[in-house]
Every structure is written in structure tokens, then in C-alpha cells.
């Protein structure tokens, strides 16, 4: 998910009474749902790219195990130089508002295609959930009405951690209802499927804004294509199948000598070689709408 949605998370989290935690629980909270990122930028100094590391170490059980320390470390340097008015720190509570922060990044990030290793790294498998859309200004609505209406209820003297546990858990079901809507994507498409190739692998991905509708990919043994999917319409196969081509004899080639490519095939969930003004690129089904940047590498070198 996006930083905004992760740092929402961590302020409704403070705000649902676990800012009570320690003072400082609350920035604690916020820091430790965005520090997971951190990968993505450090990537380059162990000579890895970033799209590789991303959500590997610092999603799975080794961010878990280490950023809540990372978070404490900070806090208490902050208190050094500008020291709080709330008390003396509680380096526990501390401990655990990182440890929660740093469980909601990886667990809001698993919602997507895009993936979490959450073992590593102890192993590196992907994990999906299917079910949101790495940008929903669903949640960032809920959870800012959550906040707003916290704050007005401290400052009327009501239980202000009433509203932003009804936001967080009305996100929860949220989530919830959109998982099911994918599940269904997935059973409706593949009796479709099953009529042009065996259904090797389907996959319902998220569409913006429309979260009761799917773009739903799918596999067979050689070729591969696509299906719409509405909570009231059902799935409808799209007319165009491509050749997945991870048989072209290129993609071998490229693997062994190019680390970017074999970096790519340990990411990508649904490889396919496309062809792109008479080149030949490695790409990931997931993504068609970026494959011309992000998500592309060339087989051959100019």
C-alpha cells in the first residue's frame, strides 16, 4: 500500500489507546508503519535493485524482529535532543507500538498482487492476497473521518478511541468484502477459461476506485490472457490470448548472463516475454499498464 494508507494505519492505531503505550508511542507507531519501505532505497548499498528487495527482509520476520529496535533507537536519540513532557519513556511499550506498526505495513501489503515474503529470511516465497488496490481513497476517507472525529471526542471530553476503532475495523470488513469479491473473480473465470486452455493459474487483480470490479489474469500451459469481472455481472473473457513465451530460447540466455533478468524471474509472479518495436522484453502479466517502465527488462543487450 501507499505510505499515506500505512501512515493513517499507524496514527489510528495510536489513537484506538495504543498511544498510551509509552509517551512517544504514537510517532512510534507511524515511523514503524512506514519503515519496512526502508528497503527499497537501501537496496543499492548490497548490490541488489530495489524492485528485488522490496518486501522481502523488511516485510517478513526479520523487519519484525529488527525495525521495532531501529524505531526505539531513533525515539531515544529524539528524547536525548528535544526531551517530552509526558514522562519517562517505557522501552517496552516502545517495543511493541514498532512491533505493531511494523505487523500493520506488512500485513496491509500482503492485500495486494504485488506480494510479501513474510519468512524471510528464513525463506523467500511470495505470498498475495488479491484483494486491494495499492492506492484506495476508500480507506484513506475511512480512516481520516476515524482520526477527525477522535480528536473532536478528546476535545469534547467523550471516548475518543470509540471512532477510530469503528474506522479501523470498518476498514477490517472492508478488506474482508474485497477479498470475497476477488475470490468470487477467480471461480467465475476459470470455468471460462477451461473452455479456451487448462487453467494453470488465475489471478483477480484489483481496479482502481471500483473495488466491486476485477481485472482477472490468467494462464495455461502456453498461453495466457485476460477476463472482467462485476459483483453483479459475472466474468467475461477478453478476446485476446498471447504466447507467454518463457520457451524462447532468449530468456535462458539472458538469465544466465544478466542478473537483472534472473532478479526479475525471482520477483515476478506471472512472467511472460513480450515483444515490444521488434525487441524482446521479459515482463509480468500483473502489470500490463506499466511494462513499458517499471516492469520490463530486455532479453537482448544494444
Not at 201 to 206: P, Y
Amino acid at each position: 500500500m501507499d505510505n499515506l494508507t500505512h501512515s493513517l494505519v499507524g496514527a489510528v492505531l495510536g489513537r484506538m489507546g495504543l498511544k498510551r503505550l509509552s509517551p512517544r508511542a504514537m510517532p512510534a507507531l507511524i515511523v514503524s508503519a512506514n519503515l519496512p519501505d526502508i528497503d527499497s532505497f537501501v537496496a543499492p548499498w548490497f548490490g541488489v535493485t530495489a524492485r528485488t528487495a522490496h518486501r522481502g527482509f523488511t516485510h517478513g520476520l526479520g523487519g519484525l524482529l529488527t525495525l521495532p529496535l531501529f524505531v526505539l533507537a531513533m525515539i531515544l536519540v529524539w528524547e536525548k535532543l528535544q526531551p517530552g513532557k509526558e514522562g519517562p519513556i517505557k522501552i517496552g511499550g516502545l517495543l511493541l507500538a514498532g512491533f505493531i506498526g511494523t505487523l500493520s505495513h506488512s500485513l496491509l501489503d500482503l492485500m495486494n498482487t504485488y506480494g510479501v515474503r513474510l519468512l524471510e529470511p528464513f525463506v523467500s516465497r511470495w505470498f498475495y492476497g488479491d484483494a486491494l488496490f495499492i492506492l484506495d481513497p476508500w480507506i484513506w476517507i475511512t480512516l481520516i473521518l476515524g482520526l477527525e472525529f477522535s480528536w473532536r471526542a478528546e476535545r469534547l471530553g467523550r471516548n475518543w478511541k470509540v471512532p477510530a476503532t469503528a474506522a479501523f475495523a470498518t476498514v477490517c470488513a472492508y478488506i474482508g468484502f474485497n477479498a470475497f469479491v476477488s475470490d468470487r473473480a477467480v471461480a467465475a473465470t476459470r470455468p471460462l477459461v477451461a473452455q479456451v486452455a487448462k487453467p494453470r493459474m488465475v489471478v483477480a487483480g484489483e481496479v482502481p476506485l471500483t473495488f466491486w470490479k476485477r481485472q482477472v489474469m490468467w494462464r495455461g500451459d502456453r498461453i495466457a490472457g485476460s477476463a472482467s469481472y462485476t459483483a453483479l455481472g459475472g466474468a467475461k473473457l477478453d478476446s485476446r490470448i498471447v504466447p507467454i513465451g518463457l520457451d524462447d530460447p532468449r530468456l535462458s540466455v539472458a538469465a544466465q548472463r544478466d542478473p537483472q533478468v534472473a532478479d526479475f524471474l525471482f520477483w515476478a509472479r506471472m512472467p511472460l516475454v513480450i515483444s515490444v518495436d521488434g525487441r524482446a522484453y521479459l515482463s509480468d502479466q500483473r502489470f500490463p499498464a506499466l511494462r513499458r517502465t517499471t516492469f520490463m527488462v530486455p532479453l537482448d543487450k544494444r
